[in-house]
């Protein structure tokens, strides 16, 4: 199983960013979905997460300015970035819950993370 984040880049402040991370290799289900990020001496914290359901969470930082949503089908999950601001700047990693089978438990994957800069 292997998550790949894209989508990442440079900004002004005030621009839109999405960022995409799709779950590949063999996959049974997929449970919850999120976006973290962390910043030069930060740690990772949650962004945004979504169930397999739709339903959704984000970090008070990000509210009304980030949305969250998946692709069941495509085991996707997506983070639109709007008003954006320097203090958004980070790497943006995206993990999922996933099973590789019916009796197996659900584990933690993590993508590569993505780089986003955005400039005042």
């Known amino acids: 199983v292997q998550l790949q984040a894209s989508g990442g880049g440079s900004v002004q402040a005030g621009g839109s960013l999405r960022l995409s991370c799709v779950a590949g290799g063999s996959i049974f289900s997929v449970d919850a979905m999120g976006w973290y990020r962390q910043a030069p001496g930060n740690e990772r914290e949650l962004v945004a997460s979504i169930t397999r359901g739709a339903i959704a969470n984000y970090a008070d930082s990000v509210k009304g300015r980030f949305t969250i949503f998946r692709d069941n089908a495509k085991n996707t999950v997506y983070l639109q970035m709007n008003s954006l601001k320097p203090e958004d700047t980070a790497i943006y990693y995206c993990?999922?819950?996933?099973?590789?089978?019916?009796?197996?438990?659900?584990?933690?994957?993590w993508g590569q993370g993505t780089q986003v800069t955005v400039s005042s």
């Open positions: 993990n999922a819950n996933i099973k590789q089978s019916l009796r197996q438990m659900y584990r933690t994957y």
